[in-house]
């Protein structure tokens, strides 16, 4: 049974938060096709790709310090149910965090070019390891939290 988290006031507007997910949701699915979609000597492709990851990583690490250190403490406060989901809140915060660093570490790897196989490899597998966590993740919020 899942424990959908509402505390007993007017509901929250939720519109901001909602468009941030779908934004977090389809930009790590978009990043995973653009990397196995992408050629060998890309050189423009490789450069835009990490210009745009940098971005991108930024906007989710900085939505993800907003949660833990505003909007979940106001609701553990607020909403008793809520301690029953923050330990996989936190798991899942800190999975999310190695996974945003593997991407960049992935994406350097790919050098100017884009060129090496292994690399590539390498860049599609964390690409598509982040679009999974933050599409579990982010369906996890939307729905119970």
Do not use: K
């Amino acid at each position: 049974m899942t424990t959908t988290l509402r505390s007993a006031g007017a509901p929250p507007d939720l519109t901001r938060l909602t468009v941030v997910h779908r934004a977090m949701r389809s930009g790590g699915a978009r990043l995973a096709t653009a990397v196995a979609r992408m050629d060998e000597g890309g050189a423009d492709r490789v450069s835009a790709l990490a210009r745009w990851y940098r971005g991108f990583r930024s906007e989710v690490h900085e939505h993800l310090r907003l949660e833990d250190e505003r909007l979940f403490p106001a609701l553990a406060e607020e909403v008793p149910s809520f301690a029953d989901h923050a330990e996989r809140i936190e798991h899942e915060h800190r999975q999310l965090g190695r996974a945003l660093a593997r991407v960049g570490a992935a994406l350097d790897e790919l050098g100017p070019t884009g060129a090496d196989p292994a690399a590539r490899a390498a860049a599609v597998d964390a690409t598509r390891e982040l679009a999974g966590l933050l599409g579990r993740h982010v369906g996890f919020e939307d729905a119970d939290i």
